[in-house]
């Protein structure tokens, strides 16, 4: 079982920079694909981007492409978030997801229901 635990979050000017990470326990962190979700006050938790285990491929969803960039450094346990270009529509809880099982190197999950493991989550808001 791996323990996500985010940080990164914060308050920002509308425009402005962030960037999240998510560190993963345990020595198996290349094993899983990761993802971010959002979830603002009110509303449903939201795909916002995926990478597969080895970083070779990754998805994000269209209210953030051309913003935001996932990563993930295998040999640190981390995964990250840069977000630019940031709009009070972005204001939200981030929270990043695992995925286990046998499934191929360069596949990633867009999906709530594909992830097993959740962190605690990390609060962006994005001032006008």
């Known amino acids: 079982q791996v323990q996500l635990v985010e940080s990164g979050g914060g308050l920002v000017q509308t425009g402005g920079s962030l960037r999240l990470s998510c560190t993963a326990s345990g020595p198996t962190f290349s094993s899983y694909a990761m993802g971010w979700f959002r979830q603002a006050p009110g509303k449903e938790r939201e795909f916002v981007a995926a990478i597969s285990r080895g970083g070779g491929s990754a998805s994000h969803a269209d209210s953030v492409k051309g913003r935001f960039t996932i990563s993930r450094y295998n040999a640190q346990n981390t995964l990250y978030l840069q977000m630019n270009s940031l709009k009070p529509e972005d204001t939200a809880v981030y929270y990043c997801?695992?995925?286990?099982?046998?499934?191929?190197?360069?596949?990633?999950?867009?999906?709530?229901?594909?992830?097993?493991?959740w962190g605690q989550g990390t609060q962006v808001t994005v001032s006008s």
């Open positions: 997801a695992a995925r286990s099982g046998r499934y191929a190197v360069s596949d990633y999950y867009t999906t709530r229901g594909d992830y097993d493991y």
